[in-house]
């Protein structure tokens, strides 16, 4: 007989990461020679700037090579804490920092050390892939606010006063924001702000790790007020500013009394990020040569301007225009119901498939982000990709018909 494969229901309450999925799809179409042109995964495809690669090889030869304390080394808490006051004129103090394996983990030790079953989090669509997948491994509930194209998908402070009750224990957003590049500007977080400084039991998760990639001039922290700075936890990282995903350094800074229980949760299921990563991350953020940063926000900007340009010449597309990050998120339900006469495109899966395999060309749905009429496109490839990736996907789109 054979034996039980019975999985935990916590694990079946999640899915798998469709960013991961798509990547994963592409690259088995790579392994058998196929062209594709990956506009799936968030990875910028800049390399870790040398300065950085250098503090890391410094690192193995002075042998931080040991178990690193759970919060993180001190002197990187300590630039952290630096970098929040320099850059964002945020006031914290070293023990308010954490230090965790990616700004994943960061996001995963806030919502389960504050969620018990059944808490409400309040989730402004679309979303992170992940956000509403971990809040599930909490059994919370999520709340999802619907935002649209015409407001550049940012919710608004009405949305979130009126979802408020005695379970809601959380909001949690980005900005800039993945997948649509939303920035929220002073004013507008000013406004969120006030509505949760009128829930004393309500606090904000402010996922901001694609602070750096922003065209907007000035990037705006909603932990800038005093008035609910206390109720803040701030995301960020090195992955996305710094070109530094595989290192897997993100971090937080909390009020203290959550700061305490995430590193008592991080202690007994990760313990400390890596030694040598957390040396390199620590020459990032320290660093006053910020030439390289500035100069993939250009990249990133210039691209962006490109994909515009090339999704406004296809018909059936319908978008903003992001202010950061590195993705543009259009409305694609005008193809629904169309055919190339032997596959029919009912969804945003549908067309996302359709586009792997008839334009080799790797995009995410965006059902994995809570809005279905959606799919993202990641600009962190070169132009020359992205104009040979739309022509591939103009060319196969003009094949559907009613």
């Not at 595989?246 to 229980?261: E, Q, S, T, V």
């Not at 090339?310 to 903003?320: P, R």
Request: include cysteine; proline fraction near 3%.
């Amino acid at each position: 007989m054979a034996k039980a494969e019975k999985v935990s229901d916590r694990l079946n309450r999640i899915s798998v990461s469709q960013t991961l999925e798509m990547a994963q799809r592409s690259r088995e179409l790579v392994a058998k020679g196929v062209d594709i042109i990956d506009l799936s995964i968030g990875q910028p495809d800049f390399k870790t700037p040398s300065h950085i690669k250098e503090a890391a090889k410094r690192a193995i030869d002075n042998d931080y090579t040991f178990y690193t304390p759970v919060a993180g080394y001190k002197e990187l808490r300590q630039a952290i804490v630096n970098k929040f006051k320099k850059e964002n004129n945020l006031d914290f103090d070293v023990n308010q920092i954490v230090v965790s394996n990616g700004a994943k983990q960061a996001i995963a030790d806030v919502i389960l050390s504050m969620i018990n079953a059944g808490d409400e989090i309040l989730v402004p669509v679309p979303y992170w892939v992940s956000y509403g997948e971990i809040i599930n491994l909490a059994h919370g509930k999520n709340v999802f606010l619907p935002t649209d194209v015409e407001d550049n998908y940012k919710v608004k402070p009405q949305q979130i006063r009126d979802a408020i009750n005695e379970k809601t224990r959380l909001f949690i957003f980005s900005s800039p924001s993945n997948p649509a590049g939303s920035v929220y500007s002073k004013e507008e977080l000013r406004a969120i702000a006030e509505v949760v400084a009128e829930n004393e039991n309500l606090y904000v998760i402010s996922d901001e790790i694609y602070e750096h990639i922003n065209f907007t001039g000035k990037h705006e922290s909603i932990a800038q007020f005093d008035f609910i700075k206390d109720r803040v936890i701030v995301i960020n990282g090195v992955s996305k500013g710094y070109a530094m995903t595989g290192w897997r350094i993100g971090y937080m800074a909390a009020p203290k009394w959550i700061a305490d229980n995430c590193i008592k949760l991080q202690g007994q299921y990760t313990s400390g990020a890596s030694s040598i990563s957390q040396m390199a991350a620590l020459e990032a953020i320290s660093s006053e040569d910020n030439i390289y940063t500035l100069g993939m926000n250009a990249a990133f900007r210039r691209r962006r301007d490109l994909i515009i340009e090339l999704i406004s010449n296809i018909k059936g597309f319908k978008t903003n225009i992001p202010q950061g990050a590195f993705y543009v998120f259009p409305n694609i339900s005008e193809f629904f119901g169309k055919s190339d006469g032997y596959i029919m495109i009912k969804n945003a899966s549908d067309l996302a498939l359709y586009l792997l395999n008839e334009a080799h060309v790797a995009v995410v749905p965006g059902n994995a982000f809570g809005d279905p009429e959606c799919v993202r496109f990641s600009y962190a490839i070169s132009r020359e990709r992205i104009g040979v990736a739309f022509g591939r996907i103009k060319e196969a789109l003009e094949r559907l018909h009613d």
